[in-house]
């Protein structure tokens, strides 16, 4: 096997167990619930076949950042559900004006840079503004634009927007920082 083969099929490897590991966290969660008006909720839906509330629930995705509901982005180590939610919606504007230097402020270095079969990191702000048409391409700049608060999906790793093609975390610092953490290139856009 050639090394190139090789590390496409370690790449599928990698992905899958990691869809595996997510996918087990969620159904581990849903059955562990002690909550039982939850539960009854979830059985509720699935009989009237709810099918967009139920996806919505098992995908993991939240429902903004209301104080009344607690923090949405907990899981992924997130202490400020309002400061995310100002982030996300700042570096949205800067994308979508095409502001780099703007957008640049909310990239946690280094930033990860995967593409077919390759990976990048980007050390800090300079390289990320020599390189940001290469990393903020059309398909990435659509699924940040077409992302809303209400369906980002949430897990350890960080929150997701669209089908992975960014994800944003935080540093443990105080106050937290928050910012993208990767971009992924080869992530088939959602239909």
Known sequence: MNTSAGRHYKMIFSRLMAVLIISTGLLA???C?????SASNSAADLNAGSDASTA????GSVKGSDPQKGN???????ADPQAFDAMFDALKTAVANGDKNAAAAYILYPLRVNGTGSALKIANKEEFLKQYD????????QALAKQTKDSLFVNYQGVMVGNGEIWFGGDISAPQ???IITVNHDIAPAK
């Open 134 to 141: 290469e990393i903020f391409t059309e398909p990435i700049k």
């Open 33 to 37: 619930s002690s909550d039982n008006q």
């Open 72 to 78: 949405p982005y907990e899981t992924a180590g997130i």
């Open 56 to 59: 919505s629930a098992a995908q």
């Open 177 to 179: 920082k928050l910012g």
């Open 29 to 31: 969660a849903a059955g």
